[in-house]
């Protein structure tokens, strides 16, 4: 399953979900299992997210944070099959967002194929803004 971080739109959890893939907002996440119900995985910093997801079955974590992997440096290395995808779509309206996303994986396939690196940046060839 992917975790989708909490600085990710809605249009992308709306567009994976119809095509069936299996995927959870980050923000939707009650951390009752350590006992905060108050929180959720999205209130945790990067390395404790990584160790969350993939204590929580998550395969994958798609962000827009450019620095996630530096924030998360120990707890990536901890877990190197553990994948995280930089989102590099600037902001835009929901419907707009959502075709480009539809367009992109229509494009370039799965978010997770082809990933050479625990680390990817997507779409591929994209220059970060």
Not at 10 to 27: H, M, P, T, V
Not at 70 to 83: C, G, M, N, T
Not at 94 to 111: E, K
Request: hydrophobic share 45%; with cysteine; aromatic share 10%.
């Amino acid at each position: 399953m992917w975790l989708l971080d909490k600085n990710l739109p809605k249009a992308f959890y709306l567009e994976l979900s119809s095509r069936n893939i299996r995927c959870q907002s980050a923000g939707s996440i009650s951390l009752d299992f350590i006992g905060r119900p108050d929180l959720t995985l999205g209130n945790l910093e990067n390395g404790a997210l990584t160790r969350a997801a993939v204590s929580l079955g998550f395969i994958a974590l798609l962000t827009r944070d450019k620095t996630y992997a530096i924030d998360a440096k120990a707890a990536l290395a901890e877990h190197r099959s553990f994948l995280v995808v930089v989102i590099l779509f600037e902001q835009s309206p929901h419907d707009t967002l959502r075709a480009r996303f539809a367009g992109a994986l229509d494009t370039f396939g799965l978010i997770t194929s082809g990933a050479a690196d625990q680390i990817s940046h997507w779409p591929p060839g994209r220059k970060p803004f």
